[in-house]
């Protein structure tokens, strides 16, 4: 069974520039989570969709937003990105509650 | 607020044990759970104690007190490879909140 992946790897964009992340969950699985890493926070919940609705949101700005399609893959957003957006994003997918199944990441720098 | 408090580095030598702790603050949760991410990697699911007591997983366990706010991960006859950073995770009903991970240093 194929992982999770996400599209692309890593990404270069500037100040007040707008990108989209996607996420491709494992086959069957429904809930899709977005985690933002940075070396000094860790890792820190951005939202959770299943089955096509936002179930739970952490605390971020509404430039961040997500969607979830009908086949579960997922894609992410930020709006008018800051340098402080530079950041490994994880995208995981879970079928019970209690393990999550990552992806590579999105590396996005800001510049 | 949530919080979950873990060491940011732990060293050990190789073949040895080790144990890394979590503390947490939390008004309620189903589960703690274990992650090791290698760098440039991703995270990946160790354990998950559900219930107070010690799960035991091949090499590594994972211990949780409710009464303590406490747990912790045990990684028994340590090798290089275990070389990562290790994060605690509160399964909480509206999200999973991520520790700020411990980055253990293996000497052999």
Redesign the interface.
Known sequence: KAG?TQTPRYLIKTRGQQVTLSCSPISGHRSV?W?QQTPG?????LF?YFSETQR?K?NFPGRFSGRQFSNSRSEMNVSTLELGDSALY?C?SSLE?????????TRLTVL | GQSLEQPSEVTAVEGAIVQINCTYQTSGFYGLSWYQQHDGGAPTFLSYNALDGLEETGRFSSFLSRSDSYGYLLLQELQMKDSASYFCALNRDDKIIFGKGTRLHILP
């Open positions: 999770v989570s985690y926070q860790g890792l820190q919940f959770e739970n952490g994880l995981a509650d209690n393990e999550q199944f990552f992806g590579p990441g």
